[in-house]
């Protein structure tokens, strides 16, 4: 399995990925889910035989924080160290960051537990609000 940076070609499989694990909001249009890819700093893949069979999406500045905001592995290929393989690459050495996430999905907590990821006691959040409520916000 190869990982590295997702490329142009590769961008509606993973997009596909994503939706096929029940993701809808800024992936369910492709054009919109092009644009949150060239915002974000760091969009890599896991290639298995020159299919698309993970994804993972971080904002960082690669100095001291980061954010992994979406993580993603076929489902057929899930319990074979994948994801961690993500989550590593996308890590690197550097223990001098601090690394976040949202772990609200089934099965996500437990996940990056197995990666050393303990639960915040300070991490505070300002949710955004999705659909038609996003017009209160304002
Ligand atoms: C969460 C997800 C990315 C894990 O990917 P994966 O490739 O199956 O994970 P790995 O095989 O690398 O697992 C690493 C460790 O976590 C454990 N683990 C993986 N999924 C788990 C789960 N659902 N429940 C409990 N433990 C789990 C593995 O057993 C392994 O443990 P080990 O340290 O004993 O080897 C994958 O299940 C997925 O895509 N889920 C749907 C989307 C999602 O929830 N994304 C994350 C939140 S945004």
Redesign the pocket.
Known sequence: VDIREIRPSEVEAARKLLED?GWTDRVSDPGEFRELLSRSAKSIVAVDDGEVIGFLRALTDGMTNGYIS????AEKH???????ALVRAIMGDNRNMTWVLR?G?E??A??YE?LGFVRSEVAMERARVTGSDAKLDR
């Open positions: 694990a979406m993580l993603v592995v899930r319990r074979m160290g994948v994801g961690r772990a999905r099965g996500a437990e996940f197995r």
